[in-house]
Nanobody
């Protein structure tokens, strides 16, 4: 069965950096474009970054463009999110998943990112 295990979150001061990791299993990882999503308190989950199957193409939400970088390692079935210049508005639970997710698709537990001084 599909499993997605996110890690790397934490409490960081504004301006700081974090690198999130996601280990995927249970599906043919290298054949799926992947995305990072986030859900802030009281808000809907939104997509923030996406990467193509081989990693040659990436796309970012306007709110994170230039600060976040998504990458992947198909040999390890992992996807990463490097987050720089973090601000309190980036506080959220971060999830990884396929770039197209249906209502019945599995979601991992996410990793909490808190930006606060």
């Amino acid at each position: 069965q599909v499993q997605l295990v996110e890690s790397g979150g934490g409490l960081v001061q504004p301006g700081g950096s974090l690198r999130l990791s996601c280990k995927a299993s249970g599906f043919d990882f290298s054949t799926y474009a992947m995305s990072w999503y986030r859900q802030a308190p009281g808000k809907e989950r939104v997509k923030v970054a996406s990467i193509s199957t081989a990693g040659g193409a990436t796309d970012y939400a306007e709110s994170v463009e230039g600060r976040f970088a998504i990458s992947r390692d198909n040999a390890k079935n992992m996807v990463f999110l490097q987050m720089n210049s973090l601000s309190p508005e980036d506080t959220a639970v971060y999830y990884c998943n396929k770039i197209v997710v249906s209502p019945s698709d599995y979601w991992g537990q996410g990793t909490q990112v808190t930006i606060s001084s």
